[in-house]
């Protein structure tokens, strides 16, 4: 595939229907130098499988530190080795085991009933506004045992840093207002941290703040960023599933009968 050809992944047409770019891209330019972003884009899923897989450091997670750390500060994605090895497996067991479903599915039903109390009577309702993007953020907050109260600001912070980190043409504001929210949910999490240590409950923050393998424990820079990625990465996945749900049962009637 010649340059001129390869897609500008950057683009909004791109955004707005990227399957015919994916398709050439895995056909005819598996391997893609990306200037915007000074990475290599691969596409294909056995060459994926190869880079996750690799155990010679060939390949390198050094993107993350202008896309990512400016407003999660520096996060278990951007380590590697021993290292990364042993700060998944502090985190590891805390989403695993067969109690995760009976702990945490009567927080997320209970935080969808209250959502949708919200408008159950209005006739009418903007799903992803109220609903899909709310929600999400709504249980992780709920499992890391913060206050409900502060729900709305949590919901700020989510909104702020996928915004920055689709910021494809370089806004300045938006850049900012990311690098500010990393500064505001330090200041709001790390006393919350220091005092969860002292006084374990059995939220999922205090199952971080007591997880250690091999004398190796979370500092709470470590929890701090972990629990800012969980709010981004954890809430825009469903936010979006939850979204793409309800298009598709509105556009296919019979299915949502």
């Not at 953020?137 to 499992?143: S, T």
């Not at 502060?150 to 300045?172: E, M, P, Q």
């Not at 790390?190 to 393998?213: H, K, T, Y």
């Not at 820079?221 to 049962?249: P, R």
Request: with cysteine; net charge negative; glycine share 6%.
């Amino acid at each position: 595939m010649s340059t001129a050809q390869v897609p500008d992944i950057l683009s909004p047409e791109f955004a707005e229907n990227p399957y015919p770019a994916y398709a050439a891209m895995r056909e005819h330019a598996p391997l893609i130098w990306h200037e915007a972003t000074q990475s290599y884009v691969i596409s294909r899923y056995a060459d994926v499988e190869r880079v996750f897989k690799d155990k010679e450091s060939q390949f390198t997670t050094d993107n993350y530190n202008w896309q990512i750390e400016p407003v999660h500060g520096k996060t278990i994605l951007q380590l590697s080795g021993r290292e990364h090895a042993v700060r998944r497996a502090l985190v590891a067991p805390a989403f695993r085991g067969s109690d995760l479903q009976e702990k945490f599915l009567p927080v997320i039903e209970r935080n969808s009933r209250e959502l949708i109390d919200t408008f159950r009577a209005t006739g009418s309702v903007d799903l992803v506004g109220a609903y899909a993007t709310r929600f999400p953020v709504n249980v992780i907050a709920d499992m890391l045992g913060l206050d409900k109260a502060d729900h709305a600001r949590f919901h700020g912070w989510y909104t702020t840093v996928i915004a920055f980190l689709g910021n494809l043409s370089g806004d300045k504001d938006v850049a900012a207002a990311g690098e500010r929210t990393r500064v505001e949910f330090a200041e709001y999490m790390i006393p919350i941290i220091r005092q969860r240590r002292d006084n374990l409950g059995d939220d999922l923050l205090s199952s971080l703040c007591a997880a250690e393998v091999d004398g190796v424990r979370m500092s709470d820079e470590d929890i701090k960023a972990f629990c800012s990625l969980l709010l981004a990465a954890g809430g825009e996945t469903t936010d979006k599933a939850i979204a793409s749900i309800f298009a598709n049962l509105l556009t296919h009637p019979e299915q949502l009968d």
